[in-house]
C-alpha cells in the first residue's frame, strides 16, 4: 500500500523557517518523483517543487524560488523541503505527492510535474501558518 506522510508544519512568524518531511513506502522511490503543493483557503492547489528520487533533479515554482529547497533522503525513502524567508502568502496546507517518473514516463519534462494532476498518490497535509 502506496502511503505518504507529510510532517514538520506549524506556525511561524515572517523571516522564519520551516522543514517539512515527506515520508514514503510501499513503492520503489527511486521510480518515482515526488512533489510538494499548497493550498490555501478559498485558492487552487499549486505545486511549490519537485524532485526526481533517481537522479536528483530539481524543479520550483517562481513564486518560492531562491527560498525554498527541495531534497531527498533515498535511504530514508524521505523528501524534505526546506522553506526559508517565509512570508504570509506561504501560508497553506502543503502536501506531498508521487508521481511515476521512470521508463518512458521520464520523458515527461520534470516541470509538468509541478501540475497535481500529474501525481498519482497523495499524503494528507500539513498546515503551514505565517504570521506577518
Known amino acids: 500500500e502506496v502511503q505518504l506522510q507529510a510532517s514538520g508544519g506549524g506556525l511561524v512568524q515572517a523571516g522564519g523557517s520551516l522543514r517539512l518531511a515527506c515520508d514514503a513506502s510501499g513503492f520503489t522511490f527511486d521510480d518515482y518523483a515526488i512533489g510538494w503543493f499548497r493550498q490555501a483557503p478559498g485558492k487552487e492547489r499549486e505545486g511549490v517543487a519537485c524532485?526526481?528520487?533517481?537522479?536528483?533533479?530539481?524543479r520550483y515554482a517562481d513564486s518560492v524560488m531562491g527560498r525554498f529547497t527541495i531534497s531527498s533522503d533515498n535511504a530514508k525513502n524521505t523528501v524534505y523541503l526546506q522553506m526559508n524567508n517565509l512570508r504570509p502568502e506561504d501560508t497553506a496546507v502543503y502536501y506531498c505527492a508521487a508521481s511515476f517518473y521512470s521508463g518512458s514516463a521520464y520523458l515527461r519534462p520534470l516541470k509538468s510535474l509541478l501540475v497535481p494532476d500529474e501525481h498519482d498518490y497523495w499524503g494528507q497535509g500539513t498546515q503551514v501558518t505565517v504570521s506577518s
Open positions: 524532485i526526481s528520487n533517481s537522479e536528483g533533479s530539481v
